[in-house]
């Protein structure tokens, strides 16, 4: 029951009946009631939403449902950050109220999804204590390349809005480069589910399976950078992830993308939703790539691009 003393949604599998098509006829098309009070503001549920989640973060990290273990370290995980960075580029991006509101928080997440490049900027590491330092053992050796390069788009989108051509060259070496050039499989193609950054075998069962959703972060990824900057190399990498993610996870019979495949590049599930794989990683990125590459193909005939390094050797020479 909502507020109204009504049911919250429409009965399901129900004809609606004359008084229900007046009552949520309007609702379901995003106007106002008849009568009763009015509907709730989206946006500014939103944003107390948004404070709430502020106060969690960097205040009372409890409401975040990650007890601290008796005797565990200290950590901090890249994932939350970078998702608090990724909700402020969100409510900014229409409406330069918000967007100058939460300005510093933009900062202050970018930061600390910053300090996550470790090893004299040859690694970016999951879990950092909080004081931006490596932690020892398994835990502060992991990374996940799909999420440094999920950080990466997110890190570029803020480059962006703040103007600084010198982060966003950090952006692009540290958190698509680095975790491309580590996690792309060099045997059978695609990018690790997780690695150990002393060349360890990592502790997670799935470490080796190439999943749905690394893929789908790098093809933003590359492509923002290339529609940035021009950088060949960038679109090289786009085409040979796109190459891949197409030909190994989409179903050519029944359409979608199945999410879970072994290292050598075969369905292992044949499920294409569940707890973890919904509809969110595919739909954002196809959705955006196609926005990017509507733009670059608005733009005027580029000059042909010079000969593509192999970006999984750039820098190891």
Same mark, same amino acid.
């Given at each position: 029951?909502?507020?109204?003393?009504?049911?919250?949604?429409?009965?399901?599998?129900?004809?609606?009946?004359?008084?229900?098509?007046?009552?949520?006829?309007?609702?379901?098309?995003?106007?106002?009631?008849?009568?009763?009070?009015?509907?709730?503001?989206?946006?500014?549920?939103?944003?107390?939403?948004?404070?709430?989640?502020?106060?969690?973060?960097?205040?009372?990290?409890?409401?975040?449902?990650?007890?601290?273990?008796?005797?565990?370290?200290?950590?901090?995980?890249?994932?939350?950050?970078?998702?608090?960075?990724?909700?402020?580029?969100?409510?900014?991006?229409?409406?330069?109220?918000?967007?100058?509101?939460?300005?510093?928080?933009?900062?202050?997440?970018?930061?600390?999804? *910053?300090?996550?490049?470790?090893?004299?900027?040859?690694?970016?590491?999951?879990?950092?204590?909080?004081?931006?330092? %490596?932690?020892?053992?398994?835990?502060?050796?992991?990374?996940?390349?799909?999420?440094?390069?999920?950080?990466?788009?997110?890190?570029?989108?803020?480059?962006?809005?703040?103007?600084?051509?010198? *982060?966003?060259?950090?952006?692009?070496?540290?958190?698509?480069?680095?975790?491309?050039?580590?996690?792309?499989?060099?045997?059978?193609?695609?990018?690790?589910?997780?690695?150990?950054?002393?060349?360890?075998?990592?502790?997670?069962?799935?470490?080796?399976?190439?999943?749905?959703?690394?893929?789908?972060?790098?093809?933003?990824?590359?492509?923002?950078?290339?529609?940035?900057?021009?950088?060949?190399?960038?679109?090289?990498?786009?085409?040979?992830?796109?190459?891949?993610?197409?030909?190994?996870?989409?179903?050519?019979?029944?359409?979608?993308?199945?999410?879970?495949?072994?290292?050598?590049?075969?369905?292992? *599930?044949?499920?294409?939703?569940?707890?973890?794989?919904?509809?969110?990683?595919?739909?954002?990125?196809?959705?955006?790539?196609?926005?990017?590459?509507?733009?670059?193909?608005?733009?005027?005939?580029?000059?042909?691009?010079?000969?593509?390094?192999?970006?999984?050797?750039?820098?190891? %020479?």
């Amino acid at each position: 029951m909502n507020g109204w003393g009504e049911m919250a949604h429409p009965p399901q599998g129900q004809a609606l009946g004359a008084q229900q098509v007046r009552t949520w006829g309007p609702r379901l098309g995003g106007m106002q009631p008849q009568s009763g009070p009015p509907l709730p503001n989206p946006q500014s549920e939103a944003v107390e939403m948004m404070d709430q989640i502020i106060h969690w973060v960097r205040e009372d990290p409890s409401g975040l449902g990650r007890p601290q273990l008796p005797g565990a370290p200290a950590t901090e995980s890249m994932a939350v950050p970078m998702m608090l960075l990724n909700l402020v580029d969100q409510l900014g991006e229409e409406d330069e109220e918000l967007a100058g509101k939460y300005a510093e928080l933009g900062d202050w997440c970018a930061q600390r999804v *910053l300090q996550h490049v470790q090893r004299d900027g040859q690694a970016v590491l999951e879990h950092v204590s909080e004081d931006g330092e %490596e932690l020892s053992g398994c835990l502060g050796r992991h990374q996940n390349p799909g999420h440094a390069l999920e950080a990466g788009w997110f890190l570029l989108r803020h480059t962006h809005r703040r103007g600084d051509p010198a *982060l966003r060259a950090h952006v692009i070496d540290k958190f698509l480069l680095l975790p491309f050039r580590s996690g792309w499989d060099p045997e059978h193609g695609g990018l690790f589910s997780f690695q150990d950054a002393d060349g360890l075998c990592p502790t997670q069962l799935e470490w080796a399976m190439k999943l749905w959703w690394p893929h789908s972060e790098a093809m933003i990824a590359f492509l923002m950078g290339y529609s940035d900057g021009g950088d060949p190399t960038l679109l090289h990498v786009f085409y040979q992830v796109a190459e891949y993610t197409f030909r190994q996870f989409r179903d050519p019979e029944y359409g979608e993308w199945f999410g879970y495949l072994n290292r050598e590049g075969k369905v292992a *599930l044949t499920i294409k939703g569940g707890p973890f794989k919904g509809c969110f990683h595919v739909p954002r990125c196809l959705a955006m790539c196609e926005e990017m590459l509507s733009a670059l193909l608005s733009r005027p005939a580029l000059a042909p691009a010079r000969p593509v390094p192999d970006p999984a050797r750039r820098g190891a %020479e």
